[in-house]
């Protein structure tokens, strides 16, 4: 029967499916959740199976519903209408047949991505158009001003162009750039060699003035101002100055076409001479990414590009509101839809990666899944395979065959299971993050769930730290039903995985801050102070023992629960507690790690391990028990010692009695004796300490090997059928023997045959895994020596590992301590109201942020390490990693991993 304690016992199944049969039969399968399905046809790659191409048309399926979501997360609305779809789809019946087929299902899909891509793609193009007539708009309306604000030029006597002094800007009615203004200068009206105005595309060209032809030509269009300098100081150095460039920051932000991000522009106009000038700058232009656009040549083509640029802009606005429009309908119909599809395609192409697993008889015109069920969920596959034939309308009835694991021959290794709830999933992950188990060995997560908080709460010890850890859990926990249907980042979704444990990790840390005395660093007197001092010395006496005060006696009555309150106020407090705290890390690590030993005896009972039993687990035991578990011992004895008992001598130092029982052992200094007969008794516990090395390091090869040469020459002949194309007996197809194939009515006799060679093979053993294996004795005495060697050296680091515990702890109370003082007792002292009050935001800020948080995952890991590096690895994954169940289960599938 299984348990959290070990796996559930596992059956392996072997099914016969008609082939019509199939698809809904694994359909049915896949909601049971039970069986794990074994590769029938590893031999082929995954393009040479039967279903690749429906497999790969459920890819193509999903990627569209990948576009469609793609497209609905850019609308916040439309993100609800999805996640609310999501939402009703949990709520009801989860696996209730969409009536929608997936031929019609990948039409409808396919059709609609096209709608949605031909509409995004208009709404696409009608958006750049608007974009880019936005920035023509602003070229039209900041260019012409910069044209109109020019000065005004003549002919100098010398045949060039000058500045007239008394000249004025252009008239803004004809926007020309160095023009007269016929009106306001007459006697440049009829001046031939006034300068023409300089708006036109390509080049303005002057009257010929004293035999010179002089040409300027220009460019306009939109810059990022981010680029603005960048640009000019280019421009200035690769004209060498032969160029004259304005700018003009445009208010608001423009939509940019190519990114579609608003961004501050300037409009710039270039004005340059010659054509070299010219392809340099188009060239820079270019390099830079900046948009060029037409400037007309006079005001009045200048005013009707402007007018016709407003108005096609408001044609576009009115064409782009209502493409946005018929694109929010259709992403809004399809958001409502996505959740539904996505599950029947990610169901379908589970269903025909599963159909790529089995194997097709062709003489029979079957399939033939193998897989691995818990033997409880048999009668589950059976309704499982009814309904499937019933939903298909099949004649044939699907057929299972199961074989218990210790009657299935070959070597098999059936995977590990074990039957978890919200409580126990959080510290069987725990576990399973080092190795799975294998199958029926001794799973650590029982103990975990006590001993992973407790060791925590060691070194996190405080009442008012506990409850706050307590509560944060308590309230995830009542919040349990909301979050579990939401999406989580990942540290909320850490925490919330957590929940149980940290709540455990609070009510623990309670525990051992009541021990310790502790509320936020504060002593708590519930019982009053069983010590007292007095002006007769500076030592405190109990209050029930202090007729001479000068004596210094303890109290008759120590205090009921935890520590006296009374130590924390004194100067030998942290001597005191660092004495208790380390000699309690000892203690607690070695009795965890004996437990472990134990559970490797637990092991090799269940599996009939006697080589196991004692020449692994009883040298060990006696190593650790002689070593460490005297030292455990010896510390309970000072403990229960009263040194202060007329002519009683000082306490011995324990760590001085450990080295001296090494280094020279059958002595005891007499400052150093506990008890009576201590030299003796440490003598015979360093001979058995020796004597369990060698006891674990030669008798397992030699017996595997005696045993190994036994059973190969006891080994029977192979059997070979005697019929025509007989073959050997107990060939296997996959996991099962051929011989259990289902033959026909007329094969009555071979039938018959094929189970006397099956019962003959049965008594060759040959469901034995051992002999199927080479045995390479040199290798197992090199592992034998390195398990060995690591567990002696292992004692002595492991026991040492434990003193985190102690480390950890000290620091924990120190680091209150010092917040406490310094943040809170300070400020308070000062008086001002202020002070205490940014005092204690101080103190609470660095509790929770340093103590609540940072010290808390520190301990977290130190507790996590103690079980995985000292605890496990006396028992855990000795013989390899197991496999974890993985059934076919439309429940494991991740929608947002699709």
């Known amino acids: 029967m299984g348990s959290l304690l070990r796996s559930e016992d596992m059956v392996l199944v072997r099914l016969y499916l008609d082939r019509t049969a199939a698809h809904d039969t694994l359909d049915e399968l896949g909601k049971v959740g039970c069986l794990q399905l074994e590769d029938l046809n590893s031999q082929a790659s995954a393009f040479q199976r039967a279903y690749a191409g429906e497999v790969k048309r459920c890819d193509e399926m999903l990627r569209r519903i990948r576009f469609f979501e793609a497209n609905i997360a850019q609308e916040p609305d439309l993100q609800q209408i999805l996640e609310d779809a999501k939402d009703e789809l949990a709520v009801r ?59 005004m030029a003549r002919s100098s006597e010398y045949g060039s162009l000058a500045r007239d002094p008394d000249a004025t800007a252009g008239d803004s009615s004809t926007g020309a750039v160095f023009a007269a203004d016929v009106e306001s200068h007459p006697s440049t009206a009829t001046d031939p060699r006034v300068t023409e105005r300089l708006l036109r595309p390509g080049s303005t060209v002057f009257d010929n003035v004293s035999g010179l032809s002089l040409m300027l030509s220009y460019y306009t269009g939109v810059v990022p101002v981010s680029r603005q300098e960048a640009l000019e100081r280019t421009l200035f150095r690769a004209t060498r100055g032969n160029c004259f460039v304005k700018f003009v920051t445009v208010e608001q932000p423009l939509m940019d076409p190519e990114t579609r991000e608003p961004e501050m522009k300037a409009v710039y106009v270039i004005l340059y001479s010659g054509a070299q000038a010219k392809n340099k700058i188009a060239k820079i232009l270019a390099a830079f990414g900046d948009s060029k656009y037409p400037f007309g040549e006079t005001a009045e083509e200048q005013q009707l590009a402007l007018t016709e640029c407003r108005s096609r802009l408001d044609d576009l606005k009115t064409v782009l509101d209502q493409t946005r429009t018929t694109s929010r309908e259709t992403l809004s119909f399809v958001a409502g839809k996505v959740p539904a599809w996505k599950r029947k395609v990610m169901r379908e192409k589970a269903v025909f990666h ?9 003489s029979s015109k079957l399939f033939i899944a193998e897989g691995w069920c818990p033997a409880f969920a048999v009668d589950d596959v059976r309704v499982a395979l009814t309904v499937g034939k019933q939903r298909s309308r099949v004649q044939m009835d699907s057929m299972m065959e199961v074989k218990p694991v210790s009657s299935a021959h070959g070597k098999v290794h059936p995977p590990t299971y074990f ?9 069987q992950g725990i576990v ?39 509560l944060v859990a308590a309230y995830v926990i009542s919040l349990e039903k909301k979050v579990s249907r939401s999406k989580l980042d990942e540290m909320t979704l850490t925490v919330f995985d957590g929940r149980y444990i940290i709540f455990l990790m609070g009510l623990f840390s309670i525990f051992t801050g009541l021990i310790y005395n502790e509320f936020f660093a504060v002593p708590l007197d519930f019982f009053g102070s069983r010590w007292r001092f007095t002006s007769a010395s500076e030592m405190a006496c109990g209050v029930d023992n202090c007729m001479n005060p000068a004596a210094v006696m303890p109290p008759l009555s120590p205090y009921p629960f935890g520590f006296d309150p009374v130590w924390k106020s004194t100067s030998t407090a942290l001597l005191f507690f660092n004495s208790y705290k380390m000699k309690l890390s000892i203690v607690l690590g070695v009795a965890q790690m004996v437990m ?43 403990w229960l010692t009263d ?69 190969i020459s006891q080994k029977y002949r192979i059997l070979v059928d005697d019929e025509p194309g007989g073959g050997v007996v107990g060939e296997k197809t996959g996991l099962f023997e051929a011989s259990t194939t289902p033959s026909k009515a007329g094969d ?56 985190r515990l102690w480390a950890l702890s000290l620091a924990h109370a120190e680091l209150s301590d010092v917040f406490l003082e310094k943040l809170l007792y300070m400020t308070i002292g000062t008086g001002s109201s202020v002070a205490i009050a940014i005092g204690f935001f101080l103190w609470a800020g660095a509790t929770i942020g340093v103590l609540m948080l940072m ?30 169940f993985a059934p076919f289960d439309f429940n494991a599938l991740d929608p947002d991993a699709a």
């Open 432 to 470: 399973e993050s080092y190795g799975v188990a294998s199958y029926k060995e001794l799973n650590p997560a029982v103990f975990t769930v006590v001993s992973f908080p407790f060791l925590f709460a060691v070194m996190f010890g405080d009442v008012g730290h506990g409850i706050i850890m307590a």
């Open 748 to 803: 009555a006799a071979s039938m018959e045959k094929g189970s006397s060679a099956a019962v003959q093979a049965e008594a060759m053993d040959i469901s034995g895994s051992e002999d199927e294996e080479e045995f390479d004795f040199s290798e197992v005495v090199v592992h034998q020596m390195i398990h060995t060697i690591e567990f002696v050296l292992g004692a002595v680091s492991n026991t040492a590992s434990y003193l």
């Open 596 to 638: 472990g030993i134990c559970c490797s005896y637990a092991n090799a009972t269940h599996f009939k391990e006697p080589v196991d039993v004692w020449y692994v687990f009883v040298p060990q035991m006696i190593f650790m028990n002689a070593t460490f578990g005297y030292l455990v011992v010896l510390i309970f004895i000072k």
């Open 855 to 884: 010290e808390s995952l520190s301990a977290f890991l130190h507790a996590l390490r103690l079980h995985w590096v000292e605890f496990q690895n006396k028992f855990y994954n000795q013989h390899g990693d197991g496999v974890k």
């Open 643 to 711: 040194w202060n008992a007329p002519g009683a001598k000082p306490a011995p130092d324990l760590k001085a009695v450990m080295i001296g029982m090494f280094m020279s052992p059958g002595s005891v200094p007499p400052e150093l004796q506990l008890y009576p007969g201590q030299a003796f008794v440490q003598a015979i516990l360093l001979l058995l300490a020796l004597v369990a090395i060698p006891w674990m390091l030669i008798p397992k090869p030699l017996i595997l090997k005696r045993r190994y040469e036994a059973r």
């Open 93 to 151: 019946e989860t696996y209730a047949t969409d009536s929608l087929s997936l031929d019609d299902l990948d039409s409808r899909l396919a059709s609609t991505e096209v709608a949605i891509r031909s509409i995004l793609q208009n709404q696409h193009s009608l958006e750049s158009q608007y974009y880019q007539l936005s920035e023509l708009r602003a070229v039209l309306e900041k260019a012409g001003g910069v044209f109109q604000s020019a000065p």
């Open 419 to 427: 039957r978890t709830n919200r409580f126990t999933e959080v510290f």
């Open 354 to 362: 599963s159909m790529n697993l089995l194997n097709w008889d062709t």
